[in-house]
Protein backbone atom coordinates (compact mmCIF):
# COMPACT_ATOMS: atom_id res chain seq x y z
CA UNK A 1 0.00 0.00 0.00
CA UNK A 2 1.56 3.25 -0.87
CA UNK A 3 2.21 6.51 1.57
CA UNK A 4 -0.29 8.29 -0.44
CA UNK A 5 -3.34 5.49 -0.06
CA UNK A 6 -2.48 5.17 3.91
CA UNK A 7 -2.40 9.03 4.17
CA UNK A 8 -5.89 9.26 2.60
CA UNK A 9 -7.67 6.05 4.61
CA UNK A 10 -6.12 8.00 7.45
CA UNK A 11 -7.65 11.24 6.57
CA UNK A 12 -11.03 9.34 6.06
CA UNK A 13 -10.98 7.88 9.79
CA UNK A 14 -10.17 11.03 11.21
CA UNK A 15 -13.31 12.70 9.51
CA UNK A 16 -15.31 10.02 10.71
CA UNK A 17 -14.39 9.99 14.12
CA UNK A 18 -15.21 13.79 14.25
CA UNK A 19 -18.24 13.49 12.52
CA UNK A 20 -19.26 10.42 15.29
CA UNK A 21 -18.28 12.57 17.89
CA UNK A 22 -19.96 16.08 16.46
CA UNK A 23 -23.09 13.52 15.95
CA UNK A 24 -23.10 12.35 19.63
CA UNK A 25 -22.62 16.04 21.22
CA UNK A 26 -25.72 17.08 19.01
CA UNK A 27 -27.67 14.28 20.72
CA UNK A 28 -26.39 15.04 23.78
CA UNK A 29 -27.53 18.77 23.64
CA UNK A 30 -30.91 18.01 21.93
CA UNK A 31 -31.56 15.67 25.26
CA UNK A 32 -30.11 18.09 27.38
CA UNK A 33 -32.71 20.96 25.68
CA UNK A 34 -35.60 18.28 25.77
CA UNK A 35 -35.06 18.37 29.95
CA UNK A 36 -34.73 21.78 29.94
CA UNK A 37 -38.16 22.48 27.94
CA UNK A 38 -40.15 20.08 29.95
CA UNK A 39 -38.32 20.83 33.44
CA UNK A 40 -39.85 24.44 32.54
CA UNK A 41 -42.91 23.50 31.54
CA UNK A 42 -44.56 19.97 33.48
CA UNK A 43 -41.94 20.39 36.13
CA UNK A 44 -39.25 18.07 37.16
CA UNK A 45 -41.35 15.54 38.85
CA UNK A 46 -43.48 15.00 36.34
CA UNK A 47 -40.97 14.93 33.55
CA UNK A 48 -40.16 11.25 32.55
CA UNK A 49 -37.12 9.29 30.63
CA UNK A 50 -39.78 8.84 28.01
CA UNK A 51 -41.28 12.11 28.08
CA UNK A 52 -37.40 13.48 27.51
CA UNK A 53 -36.66 10.69 24.56
CA UNK A 54 -39.74 11.59 22.77
CA UNK A 55 -39.49 15.66 23.12
CA UNK A 56 -35.59 14.96 21.50
CA UNK A 57 -36.55 12.42 19.21
CA UNK A 58 -34.27 9.52 20.04
CA UNK A 59 -34.93 6.09 21.91
CA UNK A 60 -35.19 5.73 25.87
CA UNK A 61 -31.66 3.70 25.27
CA UNK A 62 -30.21 6.57 23.85
CA UNK A 63 -31.04 9.22 26.68
CA UNK A 64 -29.03 6.40 29.15
CA UNK A 65 -26.30 6.19 27.25
CA UNK A 66 -25.81 9.80 27.22
CA UNK A 67 -27.04 10.36 31.02
CA UNK A 68 -26.91 7.34 33.19
CA UNK A 69 -28.35 8.70 36.19
CA UNK A 70 -30.95 11.47 37.07
CA UNK A 71 -28.65 13.71 38.80
CA UNK A 72 -26.46 13.19 35.31
CA UNK A 73 -29.46 14.44 33.39
CA UNK A 74 -29.99 17.12 35.61
CA UNK A 75 -26.90 18.48 36.29
CA UNK A 76 -26.55 18.98 32.79
CA UNK A 77 -29.98 20.20 32.28
CA UNK A 78 -28.88 22.94 35.38
CA UNK A 79 -25.75 23.65 33.65
CA UNK A 80 -27.34 24.28 30.57
CA UNK A 81 -30.04 26.54 31.40
CA UNK A 82 -27.63 28.67 34.20
CA UNK A 83 -25.71 29.38 30.47
CA UNK A 84 -28.50 30.13 28.87
CA UNK A 85 -29.59 32.69 32.57
CA UNK A 86 -26.92 33.39 34.17
CA UNK A 87 -27.34 34.83 37.30
CA UNK A 88 -26.12 38.08 38.69
CA UNK A 89 -22.39 38.22 39.22
CA UNK A 90 -22.02 39.65 43.38
CA UNK A 91 -18.32 40.46 42.05
CA UNK A 92 -19.46 44.23 40.78
CA UNK A 93 -21.11 44.50 44.24
CA UNK A 94 -18.19 44.26 46.06
CA UNK A 95 -16.98 47.66 44.43
CA UNK A 96 -20.22 49.13 46.33
CA UNK A 97 -18.61 50.59 49.79
CA UNK A 98 -22.07 51.45 51.27
CA UNK A 99 -24.05 47.83 52.30
CA UNK A 100 -27.63 50.05 52.06
CA UNK A 101 -26.38 50.71 48.43
CA UNK A 102 -25.49 47.41 47.13
CA UNK A 103 -28.18 45.73 48.30
CA UNK A 104 -30.59 48.07 46.37
CA UNK A 105 -28.41 47.32 43.24
CA UNK A 106 -27.69 43.76 44.27
CA UNK A 107 -31.98 43.45 44.08
CA UNK A 108 -32.30 45.27 41.25
CA UNK A 109 -30.12 42.81 39.60
CA UNK A 110 -31.49 39.97 41.10
CA UNK A 111 -35.23 40.31 41.12
CA UNK A 112 -35.59 40.91 37.04
CA UNK A 113 -33.45 37.89 36.62
CA UNK A 114 -35.92 35.98 38.76
CA UNK A 115 -38.44 37.29 36.36
CA UNK A 116 -37.23 35.79 33.34
CA UNK A 117 -36.99 33.05 34.85
CA UNK A 118 -40.08 33.19 36.76
CA UNK A 119 -41.35 29.57 34.46
CA UNK A 120 -38.38 27.60 35.72
CA UNK A 121 -37.78 28.80 38.92
CA UNK A 122 -41.26 27.99 40.47
CA UNK A 123 -41.43 24.33 38.72
CA UNK A 124 -37.93 23.74 40.47
CA UNK A 125 -38.81 25.23 43.77
CA UNK A 126 -42.25 23.40 43.63
CA UNK A 127 -40.49 20.08 42.90
CA UNK A 128 -37.34 20.00 44.87
CA UNK A 129 -38.70 18.07 47.95
CA UNK A 130 -40.20 15.72 45.55
CA UNK A 131 -37.12 14.54 43.31
CA UNK A 132 -34.24 13.42 44.82
CA UNK A 133 -31.98 13.70 41.98
CA UNK A 134 -32.43 17.33 42.49
CA UNK A 135 -30.09 17.57 45.18
CA UNK A 136 -27.12 18.79 43.60
CA UNK A 137 -28.98 21.53 41.61
CA UNK A 138 -30.64 22.69 45.02
CA UNK A 139 -27.27 22.60 46.78
CA UNK A 140 -25.87 24.74 43.99
CA UNK A 141 -28.56 27.26 44.20
CA UNK A 142 -28.23 28.04 48.49
CA UNK A 143 -24.61 28.34 47.97
CA UNK A 144 -25.63 31.24 45.52
CA UNK A 145 -27.44 32.87 47.92
CA UNK A 146 -24.93 32.50 51.21
CA UNK A 147 -22.18 33.87 48.36
CA UNK A 148 -25.03 36.62 48.02
CA UNK A 149 -25.91 37.35 51.47
CA UNK A 150 -21.98 36.96 52.63
CA UNK A 151 -21.61 39.97 50.03
CA UNK A 152 -24.47 42.26 51.09
CA UNK A 153 -22.94 41.66 54.69
CA UNK A 154 -19.72 42.99 54.08
CA UNK A 155 -18.90 46.02 55.46
CA UNK A 156 -22.13 46.00 58.14
CA UNK A 157 -21.73 47.89 61.11
CA UNK A 158 -24.31 45.46 62.85
CA UNK A 159 -22.82 43.18 65.56
CA UNK A 160 -24.49 40.17 67.72
CA UNK A 161 -28.23 39.88 67.42
CA UNK A 162 -28.27 42.43 65.28
CA UNK A 163 -25.83 41.09 62.33
CA UNK A 164 -27.77 38.13 63.15
CA UNK A 165 -31.13 39.43 61.92
CA UNK A 166 -29.88 41.63 59.09
CA UNK A 167 -28.22 38.73 57.70
CA UNK A 168 -32.07 37.02 57.85
CA UNK A 169 -33.24 40.07 56.44
CA UNK A 170 -31.03 40.35 53.64
CA UNK A 171 -31.49 36.30 53.02
CA UNK A 172 -35.61 36.69 53.10
CA UNK A 173 -34.78 39.74 50.92
CA UNK A 174 -33.29 37.23 48.13
CA UNK A 175 -35.39 34.46 48.43
CA UNK A 176 -36.78 33.70 45.50
CA UNK A 177 -40.08 33.49 46.96
CA UNK A 178 -39.99 36.32 48.16
CA UNK A 179 -40.10 37.93 44.70
CA UNK A 180 -42.74 36.05 43.50
CA UNK A 181 -44.82 36.81 46.67
CA UNK A 182 -44.48 40.88 46.18
CA UNK A 183 -43.96 41.03 42.52
CA UNK A 184 -46.46 37.78 40.86
CA UNK A 185 -48.80 37.57 43.75
CA UNK A 186 -49.45 40.85 45.12
CA UNK A 187 -48.40 43.30 42.02
CA UNK A 188 -45.58 45.55 43.38
CA UNK A 189 -43.41 47.07 40.70
CA UNK A 190 -39.71 45.27 40.75
CA UNK A 191 -38.54 49.27 42.18
CA UNK A 192 -41.08 49.02 44.43
CA UNK A 193 -40.05 45.69 45.62
CA UNK A 194 -36.54 46.56 45.98
CA UNK A 195 -37.60 49.84 48.14
CA UNK A 196 -39.76 47.45 50.49
CA UNK A 197 -36.91 44.88 51.17
CA UNK A 198 -34.11 47.26 51.71
CA UNK A 199 -36.21 49.09 54.25
CA UNK A 200 -36.80 46.10 56.12
CA UNK A 201 -33.04 45.24 56.36
CA UNK A 202 -32.44 48.62 57.26
CA UNK A 203 -35.01 48.12 60.31
CA UNK A 204 -33.71 44.36 61.03
Not at 157 to 167: D, I, K
Request: hydrophobic content about 40%; overall charge positive.
Amino acid sequence: MSAKVTKSTEATRRYRKRARADAEAQTRRRITEAAVKLHGTVGPARTTIKGVAEEAGVQRATVYRHFPTEEALFAACSGHWASLNPPPDPEGWRKIAGPDERLRVALGELYPWYERGEAMLTNVVRDAPLVPAMRQAVGARHAMIALYVETLMAGRRERGRRRERAAAAIGHALDFMTWRSLVEDRSLETDEAVELMARLVESA
